[in-house]
């Protein structure tokens, strides 16, 4: 039996100007769609970006298969959902700064991404999304694993919704990028955002901490900080809130920083897996407090 299609094949009127093959396919309850019949090197109508937008927020993280992409393809698709972001931490391509090279291979001593994170969450306005492109994969593993936010906070007691709303963690871009950056003198972001986040779109609440960025709750002692944090990043990571999308050659991912974290998984040393990203910018998490949809 087909897995069963989005509502968002069911409207009408998210379907005039997008093409006629284009399908969502939820992968899991929580998280996580394959979008079928789009092709992404061509100019997307208003209406296709839309269709894919709204799947994006429905789903949080969107698949894509066997895709064409040159750096300006890979531009124009980021732009037609914001401005892009230059990354903080990593250099892009020389002559497209907006676009970060991801690559491993039988000489890296690390990967990106190897621990579970929402990218650059030490930035005073993390990026709203990421759209990864990778064109060389491993026969087997390399695999991406994406957790729901959204899904995680959900899960909490009501008295824990209730702890956490109103803290706010440290996010410090120093833990992830000192070891990468061979210079001394570089500073990185360091931040600090809600606990619990509202979705700027959606309205949803959703948890915003991870392992790679955040180093302590903010006016708490540090043993209960590390406690309840370790309590946390556990709870995120329970396998009811994730997909694990298998690359091939040419997929794509797009993923909604704002209510996921994610997992590169490094286990097919010493293969080759590599391709490109690019980052379209966010803006200042919004706590759950403030009144929730703004
Ligand atoms: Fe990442």
């Known amino acids: 039996m087909n897995a069963p299609s989005s509502v968002l ?25 394959d979008i079928e019949g789009i092709d992404l090197s061509r100019e997307l109508t208003p209406e296709t970006v839309r269709f894919i937008h709204d799947a994006l927020m429905a789903h949080q ?9 040159s750096h300006e393809d890979h531009l124009r698709l980021g732009r037609g959902f914001g401005a892009l972001a230059i990354h903080s931490g990593v250099a892009g391509l020389p002559d497209y ?3 970060v090279a991801i690559h491993a291979d039988a000489s890296s001593r690390y990967v990106a991404g190897e621990n579970w994170h929402s990218d650059l969450s030490c930035n005073a306005e993390p990026p709203m999304g990421s759209i990864l492109y990778l064109q060389t994969v491993p026969p087997v ?16 007691s009501e008295r824990m919704k209730t702890y956490l709303d109103g803290l706010e963690a440290v996010h410090d871009g120093e833990l992830v990028y000192r070891r990468i950056i061979d210079d001394p003198t570089k500073r990185f972001p360091v931040n600090a955002h809600p606990v619990v986040r509202v979705h700027p779109v959606t309205g ?57 974290l994610h997992h590169a998984v490094w286990d097919y040393y010493p293969q080759v897996r590599s391709g490109f990203r690019v980052t379209i910018q966010g803006d200042k998490p919004i706590a759950a407090t403030s009144g929730g949809r703004p």
């Open 204 to 260: 949803r609440k959703a948890l915003f901490v991870n392992k790679q960025y955040t180093t302590h709750i903010v006016g708490m002692d540090r043993d209960e900080s590390r406690a309840i944090l370790a309590y946390l990043y556990e709870h995120c990571t329970d396998p009811a809130f994730q997909v694990r999308f298998r690359w091939e050659p040419r997929s794509v991912a797009f993923w909604d920083n704002r209510c996921t």
């Open 97 to 99: 700064p907006e676009v």
């Open 141 to 156: 593993g390399g695999d991406t694993l994406f957790a729901s936010m959204y899904a995680a906070y959900d899960a909490l």
């Open 61 to 69: 993280v969107v698949f894509f298969r066997d895709q064409h992409l």
């Open 9 to 33: 094949d069911a409207d009408p009127d998210v379907r005039a100007g997008v093409p006629a093959q284009a399908q969502v396919r939820p992968c899991t309850m929580n998280i996580g769609a």
